[in-house]
């Protein structure tokens, strides 16, 4: 996991890969690899934005349950490739006999508006095969574990994530209708309901809303006068 889904610009500590690691003996994680790579390369995009500056940063692997960083964080070349590059990790942490760890793979996007633009960019991340001496070691006997001691004995790569721009959508809703009569003086009268929708790229926080009233006689074919209300209560 997670599943292929959109993600925006600008957001931090985004889920790229999401596995889990579960030891049958106690052992210690002295190396992962991990492959990043983005699918669109037009100027501007894909992993780095010229030679300037990466679209990709704090790459970094967490314990999804304590929030605590295990690996990294890790930045991409700047003149490396566009493409596709390996980041290498060597922060060491214990995995008890018994234990499952949840752990995730997370970046912070840059905020490029190149990576949404003409063709959105695609990125995926695949942690690399555990194949070589000194990655997995175990604590009772001293011996570093080989391939063939770990399932799956193979690379395990995360669905694709596509980049967006963050999004929000305003709708008239079905309540309240038009055409209601009020008696004068009633309070809490309902004017207005509005849906607010966001994009499936990232939560939208919304900070305030501005309401204009119009006013017109019932005999009268137009609005003519207008009170707008700034609101930040929301």
Known sequence: ??????????????????????????????????????????????????????????????????????????????????????????????????ETLNLAFTADIRNNTALTSTTADQVAVTLKQISSAGQIRDLGSGNDLVAADIVPDAAVTGYTMTLTQASLTLALASTPVTGNSFVKGTLGVEGLGVLFTAGTASDVTVTGITVATLFKAATASSYSSASSSAGTDV
């Open 1 to 98: 996991g997670p599943s292929a889904s959109n993600i925006a610009v600008n957001a931090k500590d985004v889920v790229l890969l999401r596995f889990s690691v579960t030891a049958v003996s106690d052992v210690e994680v002295k190396q992962l690899a991990f492959t990043v790579a983005d699918q669109n390369t037009s100027t501007g995009d894909g992993l780095i934005s010229g030679t300037t500056a990466a679209n990709y940063t704090d790459l970094k692997l967490i314990d999804e349950d304590s929030g605590s960083t295990l690996m990294g964080p890790k930045e991409l070349s700047v003149s490396g490739l566009d493409t596709t590059q390996d980041l290498t990790y060597t922060d060491a942490f214990d995995v008890e006999a018994g």
